[in-house]
């Protein structure tokens, strides 16, 4: 297995965290419905490297805060088994999500482990902002049953207006998840102005037709319910005015994506 490192492009912000055992933690969800099959427990990790203008989980960029509560595996464990059976009954269990769980992945791989050796379905909700491949990540992937991978948008030049930084290493860790033949659940989120355009939508198609692991596309129209974070934060939205999109243009990314072979969830 190759092993390579990969430096941030956006210097200005810290890479990974030096790992101690434990996870700066900003939330946690035991109940969630939205992030992968079933109810699952939702681990909510600190950091991102991506700047995305709708971001809803602004509050999360930051590694280290004030709010956040650092956790280890235990602790973490302790909960989840608390909810097992329920979990269980409905066909779910844990998501790592974030801000981007892969900063973290030291903490996620040990996390996932014990989770499996439960029997508990595991899912990592990531940007694929990948910055080290090795035994790791593998070990990582290895004891992931489902990778939830944003791909915010093919065009490099609108991917840096929308999120702020180059899709080269989101496409990537894509490859990389196809060469594992890993399965993978993409997460397109539907903004006007942005990707909501025919062109973006082929493109995607494109690019992720040929990937058998690819089992399904969830369209996520966009939405505003994170705006008031960036406030909290003293940032201004930038995506103030822009609206939902219609059902039409909806359905229309649908068609196209079926297109290439894939099953869409709205
Ligand atoms: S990747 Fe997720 S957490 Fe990071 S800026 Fe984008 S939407 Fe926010």
Not at 106 to 135: K, M, Q, S, V
Not at 207 to 236: Q, R, S
Request: aromatic share 8%; hydrophobic share 35%.
């Amino acid at each position: 297995m190759q092993t390579y490192t990969i430096k941030p492009e956006n210097e200005h912000h810290e890479g990974h965290r030096g790992y101690h055992g434990t996870a700066i933690v900003h939330s946690i969800e035991s109940c969630g419905t939205v992030d992968g099959p079933g109810l699952r427990f939702v681990l909510f990790l600190q950091g991102c490297l991506m700047r995305c203008l709708y971001c809803h989980n602004r509050d999360t960029w930051d590694m280290h805060t004030d709010k956040a509560q650092e956790l280890t595996v235990e602790q973490v464990m302790k909960q989840v088994l608390s909810y097992r059976h329920y979990l269980k009954a409905t066909g779910g269990g844990v998501t790592a999500t974030g801000g981007e769980p892969l900063l973290q992945y030291e903490f996620l791989r040990d996390w996932f482990t014990a989770c499996r050796e439960h029997d508990i379905h595991t899912c990592l909700d990531t940007n694929g902002y990948a910055l080290h491949y090795d035994e790791i990540l593998d070990d990582l992937l290895d004891h992931t049953n489902l990778v939830m991978l944003d791909l915010k948008q093919i065009d490099p030049e609108i991917h840096k207006v929308l999120v702020g930084i180059p899709n080269t290493k989101t496409l990537n860790f894509a490859r990389y998840l196809a060469e594992r033949n890993q399965p993978t659940r993409v997460r397109y989120v539907i903004v006007p102005g942005y990707t909501d355009d025919e062109r973006s939508a082929n493109l995607l198609g494109e690019f992720i037709g040929g990937m058998e692991n690819v089992e399904t596309v969830e369209l996520l129209p966009y939405h505003e319910l994170g705006a008031h974070k960036w406030e909290l934060c003293g940032d201004e939205y930038k995506l103030k005015g822009v609206h939902p999109p219609p059902k039409e243009t909806v359905l229309k990314i649908k068609e196209i994506l079926e297109g290439y072979g894939k099953n869409i969830i709205l």
